[in-house]
């Protein structure tokens, strides 16, 4: 293709409070000729509240619409626009619209380049107190609880400690859905409304924080889990006797997962039939 000057910038935003903007941030919120923004609304404010005035055309870019939109952008950086992508916090394509984006401009040999900003998954591993040297980002649970299940079960026996966002009215929820995957007594982190005025960071374990939690929270939550220990791994590998199985019947009824519920997904992880489950806790119960 011929040379051309146009560029896509994908920019990392403040992840609630405007001073974390960075000077190249404002510089590019300044000069660039297209700003594709995921709520246009929330922009102008951050713009305002930055001090920054847009000179360019401002759009919107948002999931439901990103497939439509992806050809105008390509096509303006193509024609030598600086095309700036933004999401309303954190960095454009992680768990947010853009990566649809950065394929089509690879694929259309559109140049594409990074202004890093503020991250919500790092600050909740900093103030999680947990494990940084390795860990891994799960984004958002899946919504249909057997989903949510499966997804949690495959990460078991994870080592690395786990990053996820979550809706609030969804956290106790996952929470609990944590307790049947990961046993009752994993160590978490609920982080919400980090950067702003009410930072909370709630630490303890997944009952103990459900518990907490109670009637539930507001805000934008990131969850932090730890990763699994030799027991934890000798279970997520196992649950090779009737003891481990009674035992994790009881952690997930400890969590308010019903006892027949728990049977079940005890029996599928151990990969064993329901009613062997089911006679150990009933052996276990009657026993003096």
Known sequence: MAARDGVILFAGTPLGNAEDASGR??????SADLIA???TRKFRALAERMRVQPRGKVVS???ANESVRLQELVDAAAHGSTVLVLTDAGMPSVSDPG?????AAIDADVPITALPGP?????ALVLSGLPVDRFCFEGFLPRKSSERGTRLASLAAETRTMVFFEAPHRLVESLQAMVAAFGANRS????RELTKTYEEVLRGTLVELIDAIGEGVRGEITIVVAGANAEDLRVARGLVDESDWVRAVAEREASGISRRDAIAEVAKAAARPRREVYDAVIRTKLAP
């Open 25 to 30: 941030l404002a510089a590019a919120i300044a």
């Open 99 to 103: 990566y649809r984006l950065v394929r």
């Open 61 to 63: 870019h948002f999931e």
């Open 188 to 191: 978490v982190a609920v982080c």
């Open 37 to 39: 923004t995921e709520d």
């Open 119 to 123: 991250s919500a998954v790092t600050t």
